[in-house]
């Protein structure tokens, strides 16, 4: 297994469409992120695959499992299965989202928002550190994109981030899709959004294509990052610095060339940022 490292530049997500060419072809790719969700089962396939591609390349371990932003409890069950994960491959991230996908052991297949209340933030708050306590390093936590808002909710989303990163020293994954989709269905600015994050824990970034449905902006995962989301990114840089960049693809997975040129446009958005950096 390739020895674990700091993740940097533009890494793609692991699809198993992809297993194949990336095997055979061992793609000039700096790091994969991996959906651990898909992982969990005792052996077969998916764990064969990426026991091959950790041989390769670093990963990090992105999940929805973990269901931070349910009334349920942690579920231990898929807290020891991630942790038996991580000690096996060794992932240099572990993240999940800011949102919730089960109640009562019922599962759904969305990730699903709630309000931004002070109850929500203990709550939750408690779930982060009950999950770091367990896995013993910083858990890091994606913001959502959202189609919907709370009358009740009590704070802007970015307070509510900066809330949880007081009450737990959690670190970040901002999607700047995500926030890019979220400001243009409930309006408001994304560069006030990314101002406000607590920027030194943010971890890793993550870049993905929405589909535009006419009343609002749809987080599919299904296109080619949008012109404003790479310029959101360029903008977004500048407060984040040159933080290790993800192309996720989840529908209509196209042919790997297509994710490499993707990646390959945000390494050199990367590239542009430190060059300038070292100028300043
Ligand atoms: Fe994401």
Request: charged share 20%; glycine share 4%; aromatic share 12%.
């Amino acid at each position: 297994m390739k020895a674990t490292q700091q993740i940097s530049g533009a890494g793609i997500g692991l699809r198993t469409q992809h297993y194949q060419t990336i095997l055979e072809s061992r793609p000039d790719v700096p790091w994969f992120e991996v959906l651990t969700d898909n992982y969990m089962g005792a052996g077969g396939l998916p764990l064969y695959h990426l026991e091959q591609v950790r041989d390769i390349y670093p990963i990090s371990f992105h999940g929805v499992g973990l269901s931070l932003g349910s009334a349920d409890p942690v579920n231990l069950k898929y807290l020891t299965k991630l942790k038996q994960l991580i000690e096996r491959y060794q992932p240099e991230h572990v993240s999940d989202h800011l949102a919730w996908v089960s109640l009562n052991n019922h599962y759904a297949h969305e990730l699903l928002p709630f309000p931004y209340t002070q109850e929500a933030l203990s709550l939750i708050s408690e779930k982060i550190n009950t999950v770091q306590d367990y896995l013993g390093r910083a858990l890091i936590v994606e913001n959502p994109s959202t189609y919907l808002d709370f009358n009740y909710s009590e704070m802007p989303e970015w307070q509510f981030i900066q809330e949880i990163v007081n009450k737990t020293g959690c670190d970040l994954l901002m999607d700047i899709n995500n926030i890019y989709v979220s400001a243009m269905n409930h309006n408001f600015n994304p560069l006030e959004y990314i101002a406000n994050i607590p920027c030194q824990h943010v971890k890793e970034i993550h870049l993905a294509g929405y589909e535009d449905k006419g009343t609002h902006l749809y987080d599919t995962h299904g296109y080619r990052i949008h012109k404003e989301v790479w310029s959101l990114y360029e903008k977004a840089l500048t407060y984040f610095k040159a933080t290790p960049t993800l192309i996720e693809w989840d529908t209509d997975i196209p042919d790997f060339s297509v994710l490499l040129e993707e990646a390959d446009k945000a390494q050199l958005y990367l590239n542009k940022y430190e060059q300038q950096e070292q100028y300043a």
